[in-house]
């Protein structure tokens, strides 16, 4: 890719920005700091910032240059630096690898292969290949989760959703080993609650990579009953119950291996029913809308299910996404990135954001 081709690319990203920023209700202000994160899908986490780059886990710094003058492209993959020594530097990911452009030097810091669509031809492509990145960005040993300061565990929720988007991008064989090893019905993420809706969730993840003969299913099917309340599913998920919306993932779970459905979506107020935008719109009671801009997922996720598909957006061109204030993060591991992201409580990118910005711009 040319340096004019990176630089269009960039021009074409802040258009989007504007144009979906314009169109939203929501802009929130993120913490003032330039970064960029390197290390898609299983290839070492690494993060430029201020003339460092680091091991984005242990904070090692690799390399470190006095910089004159530094861009960020986020749709490209790259970042690229003058040194106040005049020398031009480049740290570039594609679909080979990490590189390192120093002059005529080019050098390998990480080679694996994966699939990187430009979403040619699509409207927010550069915004897509950017939401693509931070979802890729956040696969860790072989583990979705939803960001790898703040989280050490994939979530069972913000997996499918993520899985969804790997699905549609060729990258499932990313997270297959994760989903075949799996053998618990709930992530007991949440305070170590037996969220319902993970039950069809652990369903619908199995049917990406394997069959109804994997070992979790037989224990998915014996969890169920315990939700049942006459023909729907009720339990807690984000400490509430959420019968809509649980039903939904059972039943949608359960047809994905092709099982039996006993189950039907109940008519009742449920603040989550419109998180569930891609099956069984026709069950569902309108309600109070979402207006989360510590939750964002929650507001894309609603507005896809009803055909607005614009929600909250950052006033940064990176990261894209977020969540702040969630209960069971680790924000102090953010201090290897901004004090300010601490203070905030706040980790970015976020996958199951990204998934959910991702989903909405890219159509059913």
Known sequence: MSLTDTLNILYEYHAALEELRQKTQCVNRLPPISFFLFGMGPRRKLIYQSGLLKDARTGEILRSWDVA???????AYRVQLQTTAGQVIAIIEDETGIWLE????????????LHLPTFGGHKYASVLRVLHQEILINIVDGLPVPNFFVYRKPWYRDSAIMAMVLKKTGNL????????????PYDRNNAGETEADNLGQALYLISLVSDRSHPLTAAVLEQLPKFQYGN?????SDFANHPVYQTKWAKFGLTALGLADPYEIPLMPDSYSALFWWAYKDRHLPGARFNETNYPYLDWAESHFYGENCGPLGDRDYPLSWEA???QADYDALSLLSPLYVERKLSAPHTWHAAEMFLALLGD
Do not use: V
């Open 173 to 184: 064989d990313l997270i297959r080993d994760w989903i075949l090893n799996l053998r618990a």
């Open 69 to 75: 003058e530094e861009k960020i492209n986020p749709p």
């Open 102 to 113: 120093e002059g005529s030097r080019r050098e390998a810091i990480c080679l694996s292969r």
């Open 232 to 236: 729907y599913i009720q339990g807690r």
């Open 325 to 327: 204030k969630a209960s």
